[in-house]
């Protein structure tokens, strides 16, 4: 088992910026992908940044440029620069750790946070 345990957030005005943090813990050798997703109202969850399992970031087209993901292999840690927030930003973002058990792939998600990025 992988267990997720997210922080940061808040609310913030457009142009600010902002840092989540992530921590796992359990069977964390087993972890494929990390990263980061976000879920709007009325949205579908979306992919914001994840590592691969050879640490390949993909990041969504939306936060290029302005968001970076980077990780503690020691803490096992991952954060999430958000810089020059936009309204559109706004969303319940929750961290990721996709993990092997047996053969199948399996998810593990944060508690979620609320960024709300204000015009």
């Known amino acids: 088992q992988v267990h997720v345990v997210q922080s940061g957030g808040g609310v913030v005005q457009a142009g600010g910026s902002l840092r989540l943090s992530c921590e796992f813990s359990?069977?964390?050798?087993?972890?494929?992908?990390m990263g980061w997703y976000r879920q709007a109202p009325g949205k579908q969850r979306e992919l914001v940044a994840v590592?691969?399992?050879?640490?390949?970031?993909n990041y969504a087209d939306s936060v290029k440029g302005r968001f970076t993901i980077s990780r503690d292999n020691v803490l096992n840690l991952v954060l999430l620069q958000m810089n020059s927030l936009k309204p559109e930003d706004t969303a319940v973002y929750y961290c990721?750790?996709?993990?092997?058990?047996?053969?199948?792939?399996?998810?593990?998600w944060g508690q979620g946070t609320q960024v709300t990025v204000s015009s």
């Open positions: 990721n750790a996709q993990w092997y058990r047996e053969g199948s792939l399996l998810d593990s």
């Open positions: 359990g069977n964390v050798f087993s972890i494929n992908n």
């Open positions: 590592f691969n399992s050879v640490g390949r970031i």
